[in-house]
Each structure stands twice: as structure tokens, then as C-alpha cells.
């Protein structure tokens, strides 16, 4: 075949201006990716990621400087007709993710912008006193309705999926040893204090179980060696190595890797306080003499902190001496490889008040995670400094005002005096874990035995301002008493997913929690018997009637709703509307109402 110069010139200019498209493609790819590891800042305290503003959601991430643990991340905005409002037109970021290899952290935000729009926004970063801002270089961030880099390239940035942080999921602890076994047997178990066999093979078994309810993070027991009769993980010997009653590192591992392929966060419990008890000496022991533990020779008590903190519990565990650098420099050294090794995304802190405080920080700089911390205590005023140490403290403070509100039927005035306090003592509620039952006290249904009062009290846990955590077996009703009555083995119930509880959980969760939980918090309407709250654009009403009562309550909520808009309870299809601020709601047989 011939061809013409013309053409052959022309089909040369072609290749050269192919050749050069592709390099220049290839360039701003390299580029794209140099900037991508250049994205973390070198001295920043705070420096805005990338947002989204889509179909009035406004979405994104932040780089954050990791100096303390008490740190309030927020973003200002004025609306779309340039009214900035500091009081009403703000949104909490919250922590996501510890940044490998630096010393920044992830936290995200998003909210959903009802009404006004966006035009501008600046970030404040308030931490041990100080407060950092990134405006922009004083300019603010101009929104747009397109994802949006920071960088100045002329190359479009797409915004990377970022997981769900912390404060957005919904958490179900497990007993690894009473949850499920590795084989499908249902029979029970004849001692409580000992070994049950359920296994980390029975967890991965079992997951779907646990997704299908909405939950998107477990929290397994601890994972070392213990010593004799340790099924709950807490009396541990070996720190380093695992407790084989659970399974293998093997094991264990593919329990992550599968939680992780269904979209779900695995929280890790761990000690650094103690270690289980002994009669014989120390052999096998990570801290193998009584050198590396204080004396036992007090006793605690509540009034004393020092008592708290060098005191054995219960006079029988021995309680590591967290003054010690070397112990100090070992148990951070655990934790770190704990986490690492097998890829945990969040740590479950046992007695932390019962360390010096001082002692954290370091700690849950080498676990490089999410923490929740167990500070046993019902007094806000003691449990809310702690959390200048975790991220996030599990929430007694509310847990007594729970039961007694919903539980004994007294007041609930005090769920929202509670709160009020909870506001001032601690730092970021939004990141406290709620709860009714755990592995520690006596499940709600066998004090109140009325299964209408614990789907109030369930619900309010679901639903309220914080991370929510149902314990395993919630969903099958159990009613175990004291420890450890209230470490059931699930197998014996055989995962029914029709139960009625299990119903129950799983439609609070997928059709409220997932839609309602990541929007604002505000209590309503509340007297001795009703306890009504916005969460988003649904409306929650919750009392304390039980089972065969019941009311219709007329109550104001000016402003809070749009007038005549229905609102549908998402159990019985009620439907409400708010009509000059009033709505009047009717509970039958004392069952909460969820209106979306």
C-alpha cells in the first residue's frame, strides 16, 4: 500500500501528538501520586484533605496534629447568602484514623445541610488550650458542589472513600469464649467460670449473623495466654503470645481479614494494668518476678486514687508497676504489636482509671488506634477528665440514669440532667460509648423483667448522641444475672434471626441508626414518663410505661420540625404531623416510636 507524503506527514504529527498526550498523562499521574504522599503536612496543626458538597450533603477529611487526646476538630460555614453563624452553623469532626508513620491523625466530618446551603468554611482545631485554625491562608475554602483537592495542580483529584470513623458505627461485643463454637453444637455449657469453647473460627462462622443486624465493628476479649481459668481474657500471663483456647494467630487473622471484607471495624479489649493471679510464682510470666509489680499490701478504695492506681484488685491480681520505664516501654511495645500484627482498628482500654494518667498518652501513641476507656465510675465530674487521655470513654455516667430512668420507671428528668452534665465534663460526647448490658454487671431484662422497658432502653442507647455497643445476646433476649450469669453461651439459642429482639435490633439500626445517627442530637420533650428527641429529621419518643400501658401525649416542638410534613413511625406506620408546633403521639403497650 502507497501512501502520500501529505498523509504520511499528517500520520506523524498524529503519533507525536498521541506520544505527548500520553506522556502528559503519565507525568500527571506521577504527579497526582506525588502529591498524594506529599499530603500530609510537615508542620501543620490542621490542614483540610478534600470535601465533597453533593445533594446538600457536605462531606470530607482533615489532617490532624496528634498532641493530646482531647481534641475538638470544627468546621465554621456561612450559607449560601454569606451569613456566618458560629453558634448554628458549625459541624464536629470526628477521629477516623491514626496515619501510619507520622505523627497525624484522620478525622472526617459530614452533615447533611438542610437548609441555607454553603458558600464558605474555615476549620478551628481546639487542644490543650490552644486553638489552630486553616482558613485558607485567610481566603476560606470556597465551595463548590464537585469534589475538591487542596492542592493548586490544574489536574482533577478525586476524594478517595474514606470508612465510616468510629463515631458513625455501631459496635457488638463479643465474649470470644461464649459466643460461638467452631462446630455448629448447640449443647450448654456446665460452668460458667471456666472455658465454654467458643473460638475465633465460630466468630468468622457467624459474621453475616451480626451484619444482617447493621452492625458495622465487633469488640472481641483479650488475646494473651492467661492463667488458669481466663476464658474472659482478662488475667493474662503471656502477654505476647496468644490464648490458645481461641484459636490460632492464623485464626485470628482471618478473623480480621473477614470482618474487614464485609466493611467491618474489629475493636481488640486489652490490659495493661495487671496480670492474672498466681499461687505459684511468676514463671511463664511476661513480667516474670514480683519486681515488676507493686506491693500488695493496701487496699482500694474510691476516696483514694493513689489506692486506685497501685492497689491489686479484688487483693489477687497483680498490678504492674506502670512507674517502671522498662514496664512501661514493654507494655507499650505490646500493644503496638498487638495491633500491627493483626491489623486491629480499635483498642478497648480495661481499668484505665487504675493507672496514672500520665502513663496513656504514650500508650495510645504505640497502639496508633481508636481507644474507648473503662473508667468505672457513675460521677461525670471524675470519669470526664479521662478523656484528655482516650479519645473515648465507655459512658457509666449514663449507664446508672439508664436503668434506674427506664429500668425502676423512676424520673427520666435525670437522663437529660445526666446529659447535661455529661456535656460539661467531658470533651466530645459524641464519641463516649453507650451501653445497657456487659460482660461486668447483671443483664437489664433479669433486674426489669419487661422486655417493652429494655426496648426503650436499647433504643435510647441506639439512638442517642454517642457510639452505641449491645452486648451479645441483647438480640436473643437474654436475661443472665450476675457475673457469670451474664456470660451466656449464644450457641445454646442456635442464632435465630427472626427472634423477636433480633428483629427489633436489626430494624432500629438499618432504618434509623444508619439514616438518622450521623445528623445532630437534641432532647425535646422530656418529663417523668417521656423521653422525646430529634436525631436528624426523625423525632424518637421513648417511656418508661412497660409492658400493657400506655399514653397519648400531645407535645410542643416549635421550630423543630416542618409544619404538616408526616412523619411515619418506622414499627407500627403511625403517621404524625406537626401542626402550630404540636404533635400528639400515641404508645401502645409501652413500645417506642421511632418517626422518620
Known amino acids: 500500500m502507497k501512501f502520500s507524503f501529505a498523509r504520511t506527514a499528517f500520520l506523524l504529527v498524529c503519533l507525536l501528538q498521541f506520544l505527548h498526550l500520553a506522556v502528559s498523562a503519565l507525568s500527571n499521574l506521577e504527579r497526582r501520586a506525588d502529591l498524594e504522599r506529599r499530603a500530609v503536612p510537615s508542620s501543620a496543626y490542621v490542614q483540610l484533605d478534600y470535601y465533597t458538597y453533593t445533594n446538600g450533603v457536605f462531606s470530607g477529611q482533615i489532617y490532624i496534629k496528634n498532641v493530646a487526646y482531647s481534641k475538638i476538630v470544627t468546621l465554621y460555614y456561612s450559607t449560601s447568602a454569606g451569613v456566618w453563624n458560629v453558634a448554628g452553623n458549625s459541624i464536629s469532626a470526628s477521629y477516623s484514623a491514626a496515619i501510619s508513620g507520622t505523627s497525624y491523625e484522620y478525622w472526617v466530618f459530614s452533615a447533611t445541610i438542610t437548609s441555607g446551603g454553603i458558600s464558605q468554611f474555615y476549620i478551628k482545631y481546639d487542644v490543650s488550650g490552644n486553638s489552630y485554625y486553616d482558613n485558607n491562608s485567610s481566603n476560606n475554602y470556597k465551595v463548590t458542589t464537585t469534589a475538591t483537592s487542596t492542592s493548586t495542580t490544574t489536574s482533577t483529584t478525586t476524594a478517595t472513600s474514606t470508612p465510616l470513623p468510629w463515631a458513625q458505627r455501631t459496635i457488638y461485643q463479643i465474649l470470644t469464649d461464649r459466643f460461638a463454637k467452631s462446630t455448629d453444637s448447640t449443647a450448654g455449657c456446665s460452668d460458667f467460670s471456666n472455658y465454654c469453647g467458643g473460638t475465633y473460627q465460630g466468630i468468622i462462622n457467624n459474621l453475616p ?255 442517642a448522641e454517642g457510639i452505641p455497643i449491645v452486648y451479645y445476646g441483647d438480640e436473643q433476649a437474654y436475661a443472665g444475672g ?96 406537626v401542626s402550630s408546633g404540636y404533635v400528639t403521639v400515641t404508645i401502645s403497650n409501652g413500645m417506642p416510636l421511632i418517626f422518620v
Open 209 to 463: 449473623y451480626i451484619s444482617n443486624m447493621g452492625f458495622d465493628a465487633i469488640w472481641i476479649s483479650p488475646i494473651p495466654v492467661n492463667s488458669d481459668k481466663g476464658y474472659h481474657g482478662y488475667w493474662a500471663t503471656d502477654f505476647y503470645n496468644l490464648n490458645t483456647h481461641f484459636g490460632s494467630a492464623a485464626d485470628l487473622k482471618a478473623l480480621v481479614a473477614a470482618a474487614h471484607n464485609i466493611g467491618m471495624y474489629v475493636m481488640l479489649d486489652v490490659v495493661a494494668n495487671h496480670a492474672g493471679p498466681t499461687s505459684s510464682g511468676y514463671s511463664g510470666y511476661t513480667f516474670a518476678s514480683s519486681s515488676f509489680y507493686h506491693p500488695n499490701n493496701c487496699t482500694m478504695s474510691d476516696s483514694n486514687q493513689n489506692s486506685l492506681e497501685q492497689c491489686w484488685i479484688a487483693g489477687s491480681l497483680p498490678d504492674i508497676d506502670t512507674e517502671n520505664a522498662s514496664n512501661v516501654n514493654i507494655l507499650n511495645d505490646i500493644v503496638h504489636t498487638w495491633v500491627t500484627a493483626y491489623g486491629f482498628d480499635g483498642i478497648r482500654i480495661d481499668t484505665f482509671k487504675h493507672i496514672r494518667k500520665d502513663f496513656w498518652p504514650g500508650y495510645l501513641s504505640a497502639a496508633g488506634v481508636f481507644a474507648t476507656a473503662e473508667v468505672y465510675s457513675g460521677d461525670s465530674s471524675y470519669v470526664g477528665p479521662y478523656q484528655q487521655y482516650a479519645q473515648s470513654i465507655i459512658n457509666y455516667p449514663l449507664y446508672y440514669p439508664l436503668l434506674r430512668g427506664f429500668g425502676a420507671k423512676q424520673t427520666l428528668t435525670q437522663l437529660k440532667t445526666q446529659i447535661a452534665a455529661n456535656k460539661a465534663a467531658f470533651t466530645n460526647t459524641a464519641l463516649l460509648t453507650n451501653f445497657v448490658n456487659n460482660h461486668d454487671n447483671p443483664r437489664f431484662l433479669n433486674t426489669y423483667n419487661d422486655l417493652s422497658l429494655f426496648k426503650n432502653a436499647l433504643t435510647f442507647t441506639l439512638l
Open 482 to 577: 450476675a457475673d457469670p450469669g451474664c456470660r451466656e453461651p449464644l450457641w445454646t439459642s442456635g442464632y435465630p434471626t427472626t427472634s423477636e429482639m433480633y428483629l427489633f435490633v436489626q430494624k432500629v439500626i438499618t432504618k434509623a441508626r444508619k439514616t438518622l445517627a450521623t445528623d445532630t442530637y437534641m432532647d425535646l420533650w422530656v418529663n417523668d414518663r417521656i423521653f422525646a428527641f430529634r436525631r436528624g429529621k426523625g423525632l424518637v419518643v421513648l417511656s418508661n410505661y412497660g409492658l400493657g400501658s400506655g399514653t397519648t401525649q400531645t407535645m410542643y416542638l416549635s421550630g423543630q420540625f416542618t409544619e404538616d410534613q408526616p412523619l411515619v413511625d418506622i414499627f407500627t406506620s403511625q403517621t404524625i404531623t
